[in-house]
């Protein structure tokens, strides 16, 4: 998730300093000094395993495919629409309407 979230922040122009460890790591905006990210055990899965990685040579050897999409552009891809959301849930706003809060 590290890797994930400092891939985003990097399309936004942040730059994430990683401080602590387990349940104390949280990322600080190195601009600003503020912390901007949390760990949160509320959302470990129920079984959490240390590693997961996938692989796709088996798909590769037997189907023939390839990936199209690299990780760094998933992660733009994903930014993207997301402050394409954030903007028009401002607009809406703005304009005197409720908004649904989509983070907690």
Known sequence: MRVFVTRAAECLGIDLDWRGKGLE???IDKATG????????????????????????????Q???????????LVREMVDSDSKLAERDALIKR?????YQHRE
Do not use: M, Q
């Open 25 to 27: 790591e949280h990322a």
């Open 34 to 61: 503020k912390t901007l990210v949390r760990v949160d055990p509320r959302y470990f899965r129920p079984t959490e395993v240390d590693t997961l990685l996938g692989d796709a040579s088996k798909a590769k050897r």
């Open 63 to 73: 189907l023939g495919w390839t990936p199209e999409v690299t990780f760094d552009v």
């Open 95 to 99: 304009e005197g309407y409720s908004v």
